[in-house]
């Protein structure tokens, strides 16, 4: 098992995700992956991850304001100008941190549509296309409505047939294990069945969303030996809360029998 520390949600410690690089690597982590770095410069983000030495894998595509719930325009139509341009910004602070996956978030809907899925389909083919022009692939991830009500893609089936339907190596499912055990539950039978389309993991207890070994709903010493056994081999993202110190809060990767 590969640990990346998701530096959206660890080392809050500082609030500057910069700063958040360099945190990682003291920690022992050999690999990060971030939100996009709103506020801050390809430049930074460049220098920060290189001074840090440290490996980036992902990083999330630009969505506009987040503190106002505005979580990507993939789905919206009228919005395909806007969801090109951060495409764009965002493959190239990819290829500044040297990430090879762009988390392609969907954006916030109250009323859904058949319009809705067509744009979001026809975008996410255009996205494909262009990734696959830059060496990158793309993910998409169902996000449970109960900690983001009216997020657009919130169902596992909708996801696997529009990637099914794009069919593209480089368009692939982000399988975040707290969004799956929110909305499907079920985990053993569908982290099986949904491998052959999975192009990233990440991880969190339920319903805390803080270190995998806390009080919940999921058992990830189970969980992650099964990934392995379901041939998942790439890096896992911790995207969770630390309930504390984060540091501190790692001694789970040695408890569960990995080191990072």
């Not at 719930?69 to 341009?85: D, H, I, M, R, S």
């Not at 911790?238 to 001694?251: F, I, M």
């Amino acid at each position: 098992m590969k640990f990346c520390a998701n530096l959206s949600f660890m080392f809050t410690e500082t609030s500057s995700i910069l700063e958040r690089y360099a945190l990682a690597k003291e920690a022992g982590f050999k690999a990060v992956e971030t939100g996009f770095p709103f506020g801050n410069t390809l430049e930074q983000v460049k220098q920060a991850k290189e001074q840090a030495g440290i490996e980036q894998v992902l990083i999330n595509l630009k969505t506009g304001d987040v503190t106002k719930g505005q979580l990507g325009v993939t789905a919206v139509p009228g919005k395909e100008n806007e969801f090109k341009e951060n495409l764009n910004t965002t493959i190239a602070y990819a290829k500044a941190v040297g990430a090879k996956k762009v988390h392609i978030m969907a954006g916030k809907l109250e009323n859904v549509c058949s319009k809705n899925w067509e744009t979001y389909e026809d975008n996410l083919k255009y996205a494909a296309n262009i990734l696959k022009t830059e060496g990158l692939m793309g993910v998409i991830e169902p996000i449970n409505s109960h900690s983001v009500p009216n997020y657009f893609l919130n169902d596992f089936n909708k996801a696997v047939d529009i990637i099914k339907s794009i069919d593209s190596e480089h368009l692939k499912l982000q399988l975040d294990i707290f969004h799956l055990q929110h909305i499907c539950g079920d985990l053993s039978y569908n982290i099986k069945n949904l491998m052959p389309y999975v192009g990233h993991v990440q991880i969190a207890q339920v319903p805390s969303r803080n270190e995998p070994n806390s009080d919940g709903e999921v058992n990830y010493k189970y969980i992650l030996n099964h990934l392995e056994k379901s041939g998942y081999s790439d890096w896992i993202g911790l995207e969770y809360k630390p309930a504390g110190d984060t540091k501190d809060g790692l001694k789970w990767i040695k408890e569960f029998g990995y080191t990072l």
